[in-house]
């Protein structure tokens, strides 16, 4: 069974990241990623490169995953 540290080991080890936060049952995950790379980036490419991190692991082992893939400003506006 997958771990979510084990996805959030993935998503660290392929983008620089302030923060990212995974949780889940095994099956079903959400994402939560903290990058100053997803600046001018659209939703769509912001998740491909998340994605990119993941390989075949997205195909392989993780069933669903949610991202919410944000820049550092969105996060602290998100949190205010």
Not at 9 to 29: K, P, Y
């Amino acid at each position: 069974m997958v771990e979510p540290d084990s996805i959030r080991n993935s998503i660290r080890d392929g983008l620089s990241c302030e923060q990212v936060r995974v949780t889940g049952d095994g099956h079903h995950f959400e994402a939560w990623v903290i990058s100053a790379d997803f600046e001018g980036k659209s939703r769509v490419q912001r998740h491909q490169m998340v994605y990119a991190t993941l390989g075949d692991r997205m195909r392989e082992e993780i069933h669903a995953l949610s991202i919410h893939a944000l820049t550092p400003q969105q996060w602290i506006e998100a949190q205010a």
